[in-house]
């Protein structure tokens, strides 16, 4: 089965609000990283987060691996924010290759 | 410092080419990755490189896929012959070792016609 779930697929954001999103995990992980990638765009890496919590400017992550997962929240979005966000699942020994998340598609609500 | 460069950003190609991607990792990086990005299958693993020994050889794509690592500052992935499902975005990315980040490539996207 698929060892890395993203949810939701997609989220429609008014700018001001607040958002989550979510990986779990099926197997064991040396970490966790989180990309953002706009349309067209290559993958740009905003964490590389092998357990507890990080912050780089409005977004944290946290992972928590007994939980088997990983989240990234959004504070105070912004148009800007919009694209895909990704998790990517780096398994544990030598075999560094990522195991990525399907994605969450982050939509702009236009007023 | 420059980060991952892959050549060309954009190819063209007839079904039954033969075409080779080409990518540049960090310096001093030692893991090297291909990676092909789809709508349908999203991100899968191609190759992986680490000091330039294949680690990793994606099953499913071995086949018409290869890809070569000659010396630590350049890789290349040779499709031959290509096929129109071969369009897609090929992605190469390094990492200085395990337990490090992966840094991304601008792409190559492909199309086969």
């Given at each position: 089965g698929q060892q890395v779930q993203q949810s939701p697929a997609s989220l429609v954001l008014q700018e001001g609000e607040n958002?989550?999103?979510?990986?779990?995990?099926?197997?064991?992980?040396?970490s966790m990283q989180w990309f953002?990638?706009?349309p067209g765009g290559s993958l740009v890496s905003l964490f590389y987060n092998p357990s507890g919590t990080k912050h780089s400017g409005r977004l944290t992550s946290?992972?928590?691996i007994k939980e088997?997962?990983?989240?990234?929240?959004i504070s105070s979005s912004q148009t800007t924010d919009s694209g895909t966000y990704?998790?990517?699942l780096e398994p544990p020994g030598f075999a560094s290759a990522l195991t990525f998340g399907s994605g969450t598609k982050v939509i702009p609500c236009l007023p | 410092d420059a980060g991952?460069?892959?050549?060309?950003?954009?190819?063209?190609?007839?079904?039954?080419q033969t075409i080779i991607l080409k990518c540049e990792p960090v310096s001093g990086h030692n893991d090297l990755f291909w990676y092909r990005q789809t709508k349908i299958q999203g991100l899968e693993l191609l190759s992986y490189f680490r000091s330039k020994s294949l680690?990793?050889?994606?099953?499913?794509?071995k086949d018409r896929f290869k890809a070569e690592m000659?010396?630590?500052?350049?890789?290349?992935?040779?499709i031959q012959p290509t096929e129109p499902k071969d369009s897609a975005v090929y992605l190469c990315a390094s990492s200085l070792r395990t337990d490090y980040e992966q840094y991304f490539g601008p792409g190559t996207r492909l199309t086969v016609l």
């Open positions: 958002a989550e999103l979510q990986c779990n995990f099926s197997t064991s992980l040396n953002y990638q706009r946290t992972t928590v088997r997962r990983s989240s990234l929240h990704l998790c990517a | 991952v460069t892959q050549t060309p950003r954009h190819e063209v190609a007839e079904k039954g680690m990793e050889d994606g099953g499913a794509f000659l010396n630590s500052s350049f890789s290349t992935l040779k």
